[in-house]
């Protein structure tokens, strides 16, 4: 708990504000993962024809299959990167809970797309709770395509105490 201290603000995190991180690449996104995604989370209904069935999205608006919205292709990763733990007091353990996300999304993802990732701080600001002095800390992810398009925008808020 962090009630003996003034701020849970250090200057490295206050450096970090704002600064995006080094971009990542996923493997080529492949229409197998595409369908099995669809049907991992339709399930137990069928999903719709333009994740899985080829014919069926070359006929859509799309004119070929696409991903869903909430497709991740960095979800089986074979080596996972390291952690990047936000900055706090030295020698303080602090509990973290989720406080939130909000995903905004641009193109559709395809079957050959790589996609690339960045993510920063985005903002953070203290408030006294319960337990004690409590972070809260935006962190957003960026994710475009091979061709630079924005593919999605994720704001995961984290709430430190």
């Known amino acids: 708990m962090a009630k003996d201290i003034d701020t849970l603000i250090v200057p490295a995190l206050r450096k970090k504000k704002g600064c995006w991180g080094d971009m990542r690449h996923s493997p080529p996104v492949s229409a197998s993962d595409i ?34 919205p909430d497709f991740n292709p960095f979800a089986w990763p074979v080596h996972r990167p390291a952690a990047n733990p936000l900055p706090v007091p030295k020698g303080l353990k602090l509990t973290g809970i989720n406080g939130g996300q909000v995903e905004n999304y641009g193109v559709p993802q395809r079957p050959g797309d790589i996609i690339a990732e960045r993510m920063r701080v985005k903002d953070f600001h203290e408030r006294e709770g319960r337990f004690g002095l409590m972070l809260h800390v935006a962190l957003e992810a960026e994710w475009t395509n091979q061709g630079g398009d924005f593919v999605r925008r994720r704001v995961l808020t984290s709430i430190l105490y």
């Open 35 to 68: 369908r099995k995604w669809a049907i991992a989370t339709y399930w137990p209904t069928t999903p719709p024809a333009v994740f899985w069935d080829e014919a069926a999205a070359a006929a859509s608006r799309w004119r070929g299959l696409i991903a869903p």
